[in-house]
């Protein structure tokens, strides 16, 4: 079985997804301390029903343009390699079936941010689904390269 | 409500602790093995069996103990032929002991046995291309004993089921050094080895400092915070300024200043009224800026994500009483923040030494690089020496790079040579002093460590170069590192030619 669940998000307009297994909540990121020295993708640490979270902000890891109102983000709260981690993003929309066999290839000559992290492309009736790879999304080394 | 939480706290504590006993049950067995299969005398000493440490720690270094003890009683201890030979008694001694000091616990692993051979030490490191020949015969005892805890190093003849399979040591220092332990050993020949092994008495909660600087509040460890200073207009302990260096006239000396706001960037300038704190880390003492110190907690200490581990001022998070989250900074990575801001006063100073002639020796470092030539770096700029296989260098278009510690590192060619081209099958690296962005510089040889008077006499004008000194007798080229550093930031990018990072590097 190929199919798969993932939640949708959006991001700039533009509709993403990331697996759903990796995801454990959804929740708004308040009382975010700043990480002097991090990258501009870190937003910083925050405190989620006491564990440690890391925001990290999907459009600033994207290198897309900063969201109009920076109050109004939502974040997807995920496990990666045992570290809990809070992507922030426009707007949290749906959890959605997606057949993995049938994604698109990632379009040659994406930026190379983008072309990291893009693990495919789906054809809806009304727009593209951009599905990312959460566990790249967030690795130090290609962020370090990025 | 604070008397019961503390004595809440004693008692969850008190069941995380364990008696060292239970990583030392295998041990007596262990060496009986060992000496009836080598035909050896060995007479095992517990001492401080009873002594507590936390569950956790006692985990991570039940292996480390066992190799070490594997160690002593495979290669230190002789055979009683050899020991009757050397007018010892028959039965060699392996004696354990732990204690608790100031808050830490101690491990010894002492031996009677040989002592380690260093020799065989030095011989082996430059066999296995650890260091260069002219390293390792340079490079005093005390120095070359440490060598048996770099990686894939072992100085065993043979290869037995007991040890001198080559890997161990290493990775038992990693495993402390992950605790923030020490490891530490002294050996006479003829008389045994001993290792001390100093560690924490519990990773779980420490004592911590909550500081304010630049409206942030951070946590400082207190074990590594000596005393605090206030200073301001009405403190009796002035803050002085030499060059762009800024010290503490405290009581007689003079302690090199960090300023919390400024290293981290958080701040054009630092706070001219506030604390210093006192640290002692990295082997060295220095003081850190700080706004305010707002309190002392006792701080459970949670990890980085991977994603932020790569901040060496940071070891972890902890949340305090009302929330939110502070920063815990590590008193290391601090010591290294004062390096840097060292070494920026050197070059601030480098010039005017060429006109007034330097009175005090600076450490040197002698190296061949850009076609053999002899050249001197001054050691202060430079974190680390690192010799990689070079196969290991990646080639992108003319540019060389090395993935260094979990990211892309820029390796400069000295000036004068085209590219990196390492003579042999392994390369010589100099990694730079920078904040969070190293960069290699390649050369042929590393050829020696001296202290000497940079006195620049002629400066040509040639990049890469700031002049021509006498070192050790002879006439030699001095590395110009601020032209590298520039050169190396500019392959990071253009992210980096943006002033602000720009700022936190320089």
Redesign the interface.
């Given at each position: 079985v190929t199919a798969r669940e993932f939640v949708t998000l959006r991001l700039n307009d533009q509709l993403f997804a990331i697996d759903a297994s990796a995801v454990h909540d959804v929740f708004q990121p308040l009382?975010v301390?700043?990480?002097?020295?991090?990258g501009g993708e870190?937003a910083g640490?925050?405190?989620l029903r006491?564990r440690?979270v890391?925001a990290?902000c999907a459009r600033r890891r994207l290198g897309l343009p900063a969201a109009a109102d920076e109050t109004e983000t939502i974040a997807v709260g995920l496990e990666i390699?045992g570290?809990?981690?809070g992507l922030i993003v426009d707007s949290v929309e749906e959890l959605r079936v997606i057949d993995t066999d049938e994604l698109l290839p990632p379009p040659r000559g994406l930026p190379p941010r983008w072309a990291d992290v893009v693990q495919g492309v789906c054809r809806l009736e009304t727009e593209l689904l951009i599905v990312l790879d959460t566990q790249r999304l967030?690795?130090?080394?290609a962020?370090?390269?990025a | 409500l604070s008397a019961i939480t503390s004595e809440l706290q004693n008692s969850v504590l008190k069941t995380r602790m364990q008696p060292i006993e239970a990583a030392w049950k295998t041990l007596p067995r262990l060496v009986r093995d060992i000496a009836n299969n080598l035909g050896k005398k060995i007479n095992l000493v517990l001492e401080g069996e009873a002594t507590e440490l936390d569950r956790q720690v006692l985990e991570l270094i039940k292996d480390p103990l066992l190799h070490m003890v594997r160690n002593a009683a495979g290669h230190g201890l002789e055979t009683p032929a050899e020991r009757l030979a050397a007018g010892k008694p028959e039965v060699g001694t392996l004696r354990l002991s732990a204690s608790h000091e100031a808050g830490a616990i101690i491990v010894r692993i002492a031996d009677d046995g040989r002592g380690l051979d260093t020799a065989a030490i030095r011989r082996k490191a430059a066999e296995r291309g650890l260091v260069s020949q002219a390293e390792a015969e340079l490079m005093p005892d005390a120095q070359a004993h440490q060598l048996i805890f770099a990686p894939g190093f072992s100085t065993a003849h043979a290869v037995t089921n007991l040890s001198g399979r080559g890997v161990g040591l290493d990775v038992a220092r990693s495993n402390i050094e992950q605790i923030s332990g020490q490891i530490d050993l002294t050996s006479t020949p003829g008389q045994g080895t001993a290792f001390t092994i100093k560690i924490p008495l519990t990773l779980a909660i420490i004592p911590a400092l909550i500081v304010a600087t630049a409206g942030?509040r951070f946590a400082v460890p207190q074990a590594s915070v000596i005393e605090l200073v206030r200073i301001g207009p009405r403190s009796a302990y002035p803050v002085e300024s030499i060059e762009s260096v800024r010290v503490l006239r405290l009581r007689d000396c003079l302690l090199p200043l960090v300023g919390l706001a400024r290293g981290?960037?958080?701040a054009e300038e630092d706070e001219s009224a506030g604390f210093v704190l006192v640290m002692q880390a990295g082997g060295r003492r220095f003081g850190v800026i700080v706004e305010a110190v707002l309190d002392i907690e006792e701080t459970v200490v949670?990890p980085?994500?991977?994603?932020?581990?790569?901040?060496p001022?940071?070891s972890g998070?902890t949340?305090l009483g009302d929330?939110?989250?502070?920063?815990i900074v590590d008193p290391n990575g601090l010591a290294q923040l004062a390096d840097c801001d060292s070494s920026e006063t050197d070059n601030a100073e480098a010039p005017a030494a060429a006109g007034s002639g330097a009175e005090v020796e600076t450490p040197l470092l002698l190296v061949r690089a850009g076609g053999g030539a002899l050249k001197v770096v001054e050691l202060s700029r430079i974190t680390r020496l690192e010799r990689v296989l070079a196969s290991e260098l990646e080639q992108a278009g003319s540019r060389t790079m090395l993935q260094y510690r979990?990211?892309?590192m820029p390796v400069l060619a000295p000036e004068g040579a085209a590219a990196v081209a390492p003579a042999g099958r392994r390369q010589s690296l100099l990694i730079l002093a920078t904040?969070?962005h190293p960069i290699a510089l390649a050369v042929d040889e590393i050829v020696d460590a001296v202290e000497d008077r940079l006195d620049i006499q002629m400066s040509p004008d040639r990049p890469g170069v700031l002049g021509t000194a006498v070192v050790a007798g002879q006439a030699v080229e001095v590395m110009d590192m601020d032209w590298y550093l520039l050169k190396g930031m500019a392959e990071y990018g253009p992210r980096l030619a943006e002033p602000e990072p720009l700022k936190?590097v320089a």
């Open positions: 009382g301390t700043p990480v002097p020295l991090a870190i640490v925050l405190n006491g440690i890391t990290v390699g570290d809990s981690y967030l690795d130090p080394t962020l370090a390269a | 942030r981290l960037a958080l949670k980085l994500a991977r994603i932020l581990r790569c901040i001022v940071f998070a949340i929330g939110s989250v502070v920063l979990g990211r892309l904040l969070g936190a």
